[in-house]
């Protein structure tokens, strides 16, 4: 039949040559061109637009291993421990140098007994490798050690800035990494060469013997912090966020 029940024209088959979908005589769908898909089959008229690509999007990150909880933990304890350490040390070296600025080694010496003085001073302080002697100007006396005390508190904002932001940690951790491990070499020979100044004698008549057991107890502190740090931060892994495609 040319025209059905409803009174409109069917679309005879010359006409839908080009487009052999695009009417269905006496279904009610509408005369139009329907686009085809790969099925070679009309698309739902309810969605005729082209479909977006495919957007990444972001998943909750899995929950950290019992392993990971452990290490992130021993990252807080390791944190907190270098700040104990730094405030110490930094007293310790306070006190050394508040005796250097005022030494009182050389008032009343005759300039053969200053000579005399001045070598046994260096002979001490030259033994320990990493303290060098300043008779003259023994303000200077520490300028090394004060230098190692702020490499570290340098490197412990690096890691605290880690252990805050976890997700930093993997683009920071070579870099802090590498600075803690120099730093610990450091820490490690001053412990030695302070072990010295404490079983000399001259160096505790000197400086006093309190003096030199503050910095070194902050040095060993510092020295242990660091160990935790790189133990704790070079084997934590953050766990990141599924990507759905």
């Known amino acids: 039949f040319v025209w059905n029940i409803q009174g409109k024209r069917n679309p005879q088959p010359e006409e839908n040559m080009a487009y052999p979908y695009s009417g269905y005589p006496n279904m009610g769908y509408p005369q139009q061109n329907i686009p085809l898909n790969d099925t070679n089959k009309p698309r739902d008229l309810l969605d005729v637009k082209e479909a977006s690509p495919s957007v990444p999007r972001m998943g909750a990150a899995p929950e950290k291993s019992p392993l990971d909880k452990m290490l992130y933990t021993g990252l807080l304890v390791s944190q907190l421990l270098t700040l104990v350490a730094?405030?110490?040390?930094t007293a310790g070296a306070g006190l050394l140098q508040m005796r250097a600025n005022e030494l009182p080694l050389w008032?009343?010496?005759?300039k053969t007994q200053l000579a005399a003085t001045i070598k046994v001073y260096e002979d001490v302080f030259q033994s320990t490798g990493y303290i060098q002697p300043y008779p003259q100007r023994p303000g200077y006396q520490f300028q090394y050690q004060w230098w190692i005390i702020q490499f570290e508190l340098f490197i412990f904002c690096m890691t605290l800035i880690c252990t805050?932001?976890?997700t930093l940690i993997k683009r920071l951790r070579p870099v802090a990494l590498t600075f803690l491990a120099a730093a610990l070499v450091l820490v490690m020979d001053n412990i030695n060469a302070v072990f010295y100044l404490l079983r000399n004698a001259t160096a505790k008549a000197v400086y006093e013997e309190y003096?030199?057991?503050a910095a070194q107890v902050g040095l060993m502190l510092v020295g242990v912090a660091n160990f935790l740090t790189i133990i704790c931060l070079g084997a934590y892994q953050h766990p990141e966020p599924v990507v759905y495609y």
């Open 211 to 213: 003096r030199i057991q």
């Open 86 to 89: 730094y405030a110490v040390v």
């Open 164 to 166: 805050l932001k976890p």
């Open 107 to 110: 008032e009343g010496l005759g």
